[in-house]
C-alpha cells in the first residue's frame, strides 16, 4: 500500500508553487529597470512604425458601401431602421 496524502498540505504545496509561478511573471513584467523599459518603448515604436509602413492602402472596398452599417463599436446594426421611415406599415 501507498502512504497517505495529506490533502491540505498538498493543496498548500499547489498554492505555494502557483504563487512561485505568478511571481517569477510579475518580475519579467514589472522587474525592469528604467533603462531597459525605455529600449522597450523604442522597440515597441520601431515595430509599431514597421507594421504601419507595411499596410496596404485599401485592400477591400468599404463595407459602407455595400449597405453593411456598424456601429463605432464595431458592432453590426439592423439595416431595417435604415431603410425606411414608418416602419413598414402602411397608414390606411
Not at 26 to 54: H, P, Q, S, T
Not at 59 to 68: D, K, R
Request: proline letters at 7%; zero cysteines.
Amino acid at each position: 500500500m501507498s502512504e497517505p496524502v495529506n490533502l491540505n498540505k498538498a493543496r498548500k504545496a499547489r498554492g505555494k508553487a502557483e504563487a512561485k509561478a505568478q511571481a517569477a511573471a510579475n518580475r519579467v513584467k514589472f522587474g525592469r529597470g528604467k533603462a531597459e523599459k525605455v529600449i522597450g518603448r523604442l522597440d515597441a515604436a520601431r515595430e509599431a512604425r514597421r507594421l504601419d509602413g507595411a499596410k496596404l492602402s485599401n485592400p477591400t472596398p468599404s463595407v459602407a458601401s455595400h449597405g453593411i452599417h456598424t456601429s463605432p463599436e464595431g458592432v453590426m446594426l439592423d439595416p431595417s431602421p435604415l431603410a425606411g421611415e414608418g416602419g413598414g406599415e402602411a397608414d390606411g
